[in-house]
């Protein structure tokens, strides 16, 4: 196979792979905490008071939303939030600090 | 199976010249040639598969007292997986393979298919579904998984040749670049589990050790954009899948893989 081709080839497989997914929107801890309630917040209240950030939709209508709290050391908390498909958000955990 | 496409693309090749000759000249009986079986290239391959039984006993030390089975999930949303049959057909012979209600099977190993690279074909569109291994080991708690047999299961599925997610038009420069030892072995190797039902977080226990899975290590990579999704034999199963550091040699292969899920287990109590 000619090297033109071969390179025509890899580029185009390249083009399939996945680019690094984006971080979430980073937002201290205390206000992530004193803002998304499981079973009470909605999906509008939390965009509104924290914007818009990294979320992935399922077929199923769920929805997982991914924050982050800035923590020493160049860290970063995850803080991920499960909204329902009423909008409503369900769960949310914290991931210990590490570095992004 | 390589014969049978050599052999189409003669007869393509000379098509053209033998309907001119036709036209000119009277011409004996066509003969008939007859084809027992007939295999999408697509199809898995039983000969791969039986590598993949190879390499379960080979490494069977990462999870001793587990058996080998294989197991059939969806792959597009309009997947009908009840009642689903499975042979594996060769050029003159056919086995059917009973299927489990959890569309679970085993294989055994026969030589004359081998010898006629046979195909293990399923009575549905070969892109509706997904092939896994699947490795359990017996003691393991429901809604948990054992990180050895994550391990295994992933060693087995790469040289069983059940994995596809690129597209089919650069799936064989796929196959041609990537090892089982790239992707079973390395951090980014991404080779996707599915979980039983949707997770929310994913954590992992050895002994007073634990750490909870980042995000970027559920969901496919932490999502997948939508024109990706097609190329993802997640495509159905994004909320089920994950990502697990059976690469890291630092947790134990006895290391437990935990799930807490999105919703509560139907019929559980509130």
Redesign the interface.
Known sequence: MKLPVLAL??G??AG?A?A??PI?TAIPAAKLDSTVVPNQTTRAQMLAALGPT???H???G?E?W?YQSPADGGRFS?F?V?VDPAGVV??T?R??P?LP | MRRLFRSWFVVAAVAPCALAAHAQTAQPPMQTVIVKNTRDPVDKSYRKMVKGMDRFARDHALAPQAELRFRLLPRLPNADMRGITLRIAGDTTSQVLPVAPDNSFTLVRNEQLLREDAAVLANRKTASMTWRASIVSPGVPEGKRRLGDLRLECKVGMDAGLISNTSPMFAWLSDALTSTEAVCGQPDGNYVFFAERPIFSVTLRAGDRTDVLPFKMLYAGGGKAPDELPYCDCQVLLDRSYYAPIWDASWPDDTLVEFEYMTDAPGAAP
Do not use: I, M
């Open positions: 080839l890899l185009a497989l399939c996945t690094p997914a979430g990294k979320f992935v399922f077929d199923s769920h997982v991914l995850e991920v499960l369900r769960k955990r991931r210990a590490s």
